[in-house]
């Protein structure tokens, strides 16, 4: 199986980045730390102008008309930049959903399965309930409640059990609740709740690979410049062997999930999620060692890397889940 990227997968990755470079750098990013984490719809109408949300729909319907492969490319440099919001979800639901491939529509997603624990919820206009089936929401008739998150640019919120509550594709609408999102509220959608998951679950996986990429680079470019007794710290050998069991932890992850983009077999994401998870965490935790102190800092965005990476861990797929999906496959 070969790997190496053709020159358009280049070509896409490379625009990707220039254009989170342009409008979503480290300076916007600290902003956005600071200010809160409303999401800017302006940026996420950009991305689906991009074709960030429609890469993977038919052309004839209005689409790039691309495959898993590019999309996890794409998830890939926004989980590098740390670009918050349910990207997931609004790609996955692009064609299904009036207004999501253009980024005109903001949706969410809640798997009723995992956790039941749902992303910008005051910022989105729909949410993608997976349970049994699949359907639409408007955000006002989830019920959930506001939780504290990890990550400040992820605010949660924690759908209860449906334990003694009826049915979700029972439950009534309320009148004018969160607004309706057009052509969507409470229509059940003819797509596979398996399939959304697993999908899911590799786009998440594809950024955690690219904040394991990125911090990386950080711990490796500070490590080059930070001298201690008149050398850089990147001399020495604790450091760089902290830095090398980072590059092996990032292209382990990768090319397990890029393995997994292409044959979407379910035992190759459940790994790719479990590496990428284990990738992200863990490169975080070391670039902060290799920082020292300056970690814990605004200077160093290291902290927001390990925060958003235990928050993406915990989402689509978790580590449990996918050991035991694998032990049982064995």
Known sequence: MDFRLTEDQEALRRG??????????EAALRRAADDGAGLDGALWRELGEAGVFSLRMAEDLGGVGLGLPEAVLVFEEAGAALLPGPLAASHLVAGLVPGAADGTVIVTA???????????????DA??????????????????????????????????PLHGMPPLDRVPEPPGAGGEPPGAVGELLEADPAVLRHRAALLTAAQQLGSAARTLRMAVGYASGREQFG?????????????????????????????AAVTEDH?????????ADEAA?????DCLQ??????????????????????????????VTAEEELASAL
Request: one cysteine or more; aromatic letters at 6%; proline letters at 5%.
């Open 110 to 124: 809640v798997d009723l399965v995992e956790r039941g624990m749902v992303e910008h919820l005051d910022s989105a």
């Open 290 to 319: 290799v920082h020292g102190g300056m970690g814990f800092t605004w200077e160093a965005e290291v902290h927001l890397h390990l925060k958003r990476a235990w928050l993406r861990a915990g989402q689509w797929l978790t580590a």
């Open 231 to 259: 050398q850089p710290i990147g001399a020495f050998q604790a450091v760089k062997h902290l830095c090398a069991e980072m590059l092996v932890r990032s292209e382990t992850a990768r090319s397990v999930v890029y393995a």
């Open 16 to 25: 990707m980045r220039e254009l989170l470079a342009a409008r979503f750098d």
């Open 281 to 285: 965490v863990q490169n975080a935790r």
């Open 127 to 160: 949410v993608l309930v997976l349970g049994d089936t699949v359907r639409m929401l408007a955000p006002g008739a989830l019920p959930a409640e506001p939780v504290r998150s990890l990550d400040p640019l992820s605010p949660l919120h924690r759908v209860p």
């Open 267 to 275: 035992g190759e994401i459940h790994a790719a999620k479990l590496l």
